[in-house]
């Protein structure tokens, strides 16, 4: 049974920074895709960042280039997202997700619809 729980977030004014975490358990991810996506107001949800560890392989969303770095903690089985230089615009609920990797870094892209274990989500506030 996979479990993920996120932490982390919180709320910040615009120019500052966070660190999200994804505990895990129940699942190899060092060897599967684990993402970060995000719901924000009046918005659907989408992809953020995505990581296929086996590999070192990592995918941005445009949006979050150059800021947030999607890293692993194999050790502690976790999952960060650092997230710096925040905007109003990341405003967010944060989810943290999982999905085979069938072997191949490209099944990791952050696809919304291709990740199939979520978390419950933990809340980002970006104020101007």
């Known amino acids: 049974q996979v479990q993920l729980v996120e932490s982390g977030g919180g709320s910040v004014q615009a120019g500052g920074s966070l660190r999200l975490s994804c505990a895990v358990s129940?699942?190899?991810?060092?060897?599967?895709?684990m993402g970060w996506f995000r719901k924000g107001p009046g918005n659907e949800r989408e992809g953020v960042a995505a990581?296929?560890?086996?590999?070192?392989?990592?995918y941005y969303a445009d949006s979050v280039k150059g800021r947030f770095i999607i890293s692993e903690d194999n050790a502690n089985n976790t999952v960060y997202l650092q997230m710096n230089n925040l905007k109003p615009e990341d405003t967010a609920m944060y989810y943290c997700?999982?999905?085979?990797?069938?072997?191949?870094?490209?099944?990791?892209?952050?696809?919304?619809?291709?990740?199939?274990?979520w978390g419950q989500g933990t809340q980002v506030t970006v104020s101007s």
């Open positions: 990581i296929y560890a086996a590999a070192g392989r990592t």
């Open positions: 997700a999982a999905r085979a990797s069938h072997g191949d870094s490209w099944y990791c892209r952050p696809d919304v619809y291709e990740y199939n274990d």
């Open positions: 129940g699942y190899t991810y060092s060897s599967n895709c």
